[in-house]
């Protein structure tokens, strides 16, 4: 299973930003996605994750109203739309997948990550 994250830049403080993770390796009906984030010097953080039937996405709390994850099944993509973004949104952040349903999204629960993409939100 492959995870290709992309879609991360520079943005000005309010600003937004479409993230995009391409999925390969696995039928994109199996797999649960979510996105991660870690800035520097602080742990991996959970910021959003859909399942594979794409109902009930969840947030973090800090991020809710602001970002919202959605998947493209005939894409094999899933997406995280950013906006009212913040400085202390700012991070590398990550999509992880997994294919055993599990209630919760702590980084070890997640078997496929990608390699990251950095948002910087600055002024």
């Known amino acids: 299973v492959q995870l290709q994250a992309s879609g991360g830049g520079l943005v000005r403080p309010g600003g937004s930003l479409r993230l995009s993770c391409a999925v390969s390796g696995v039928s994109f009906s199996r797999i649960d996605l979510a996105w991660f984030r870690q800035a520097p010097g602080k742990e991996r953080e959970f910021v959003a994750a859909i399942a594979r039937t794409g109902i009930s996405p969840f947030y973090e709390d800090s991020v809710k109203g602001r970002y919202t994850i959605s998947r493209d099944d005939a894409k094999n993509t899933v997406y995280l739309h950013m906006n009212s973004l913040k400085p202390e949104d700012t991070a590398v952040y990550l999509c992880?997948?997994?294919?055993?349903?599990?209630?919760?999204?702590?980084?070890?629960?997640?078997?496929?990550w990608g390699q990251g993409t950095l948002v910087t939100v600055s002024s």
């Open positions: 992880a997948g997994r294919t055993i349903y599990q209630r919760n999204h702590s980084p070890p629960a997640y078997d496929y």
